[in-house]
């Protein structure tokens, strides 16, 4: 479906096959138009003088290597972030969100949620894709003075960034509704958030910096496999 308007994509990525893949993917995509790629990675900076684009896709843990990456999202706030990672925790999510991309999906997203997944980052959306594998063992983090979830919460915030609804929560967890919403209150308190909307659209200039160290000290969440949502 063709929109109208045209959007320039990015990508940087260590891996050649990802960036050529993404290049294949968008050929026949009318929205969506490639403009460059990366390999190695380069700074934000560079890519976005460079190719100018609108939204650019790039390796998360390359990027949270990078000294001032923060900074340079922050300079480059026209232009729409998603990350392409290995890591599947929602605290890394959650944190990735709060920081400025619009998007997060893991290397194991298949071409069709990640074309999808672009297009909803032009049209306004939030994307997010969690790994499909079998779930990581748990390590054991000692709790933040600015955020204690417990396992429960932890795993209903993972939940909360796929976008489902309490009553989808209860089902998930075989608990009642009343629960569920009671749990969702809960996460909503001690992340310093009062909806859903606002936990993946955090205000950053308004966003104590608890905020931000609580979204980092959520452990142990139990991921959500294979559950694509948009929007």
Known sequence: MNHGQVHRVA??????????????A???VDELRHVGSWSPPTSIDELVTTCRPDVVLMEYE???????????????????????????????VLRSLHLGAVGFLHHSVPVP?????????????????????PPPPVEATPPSAAC???????????????????????????ITRQTAKN?????????GVSSRRELLHLD?????????????????????????RHG
């Not at 990508?11 to 993404?22: K, M, R």
Request: proline share 5%.
């Open 11 to 24: 990508a940087a990525h260590a891996s050649p096959l990802v960036l050529s893949g993404l290049e294949a």
């Open 26 to 28: 968008l050929a026949d």
């Open 62 to 92: 390359h990027v949270v290597r990078t000294p001032g990456w923060r900074a340079a999202l922050r300079r480059h706030e026209r232009v729409r972030v998603v990350f392409l990672g290995r890591v599947d925790e929602p605290q890394e």
């Open 113 to 133: 949620d990640l074309v999808r997944g672009l297009l909803d980052v032009v049209r306004g959306r939030t994307c997010i894709f969690l790994d499909a594998g």
């Open 148 to 174: 204690d979830l417990t396992r429960r919460e932890q795993e209903v915030l993972g939940m909360l960034l796929l976008r489902q609804s309490n009553d989808e929560i209860a089902e998930h967890l075989t």
């Open 183 to 191: 749990y969702v209150s809960q996460v909503f308190r001690k992340l």
């Open 204 to 228: 950053p200039p308004r966003a104590a910096s608890a905020t931000v160290s609580a979204a980092s000290s959520v452990v142990g969440a139990a991921p959500l496999r294979a559950r694509v």
